[in-house]
């Protein structure tokens, strides 16, 4: 059994069958199986072949659709690909910073 307090405060007990359908019929089960998942070696291969004012771009993009993902899904709002958008902006801001390090590292040679 599973309790559950409803947005006017009542308490309902639910088994863990209906709560499982309760998600399949609003499509939570669905959703969580559908999450895509981020390929690390395919993301660093397209970074490493990007110019660096299009990582920038990428990146200038990728954080303002986090913040938007993030104030939906503190709405209740669904959002299944925002770890896929973390993934790629971890991936694109280390090849800029490794690009940087790089560029320090030859004008201080």
Known sequence: MK???TASNIEVKLS???WENIGK?????????NKEVYDFTAGEARA????TD???YAIKDLQE????????AKQGGNVPKLGY?????????????RRRCR???ILST
């Open 3 to 5: 309790l559950i307090k």
């Open 16 to 18: 863990l069958k209906d």
């Open 25 to 33: 019929k609003a499509g939570w089960t669905e959703t969580a199986q």
């Open 48 to 51: 490493k072949s990007m110019r």
């Open 54 to 56: 299009e990582l920038q």
């Open 65 to 72: 659709t986090i913040k938007i993902q993030e104030q939906s």
């Open 85 to 97: 958008y973390w993934d790629e902006y971890h991936t694109y801001s280390g090849e800029l910073k």
């Open 103 to 105: 560029k320090t590292t």
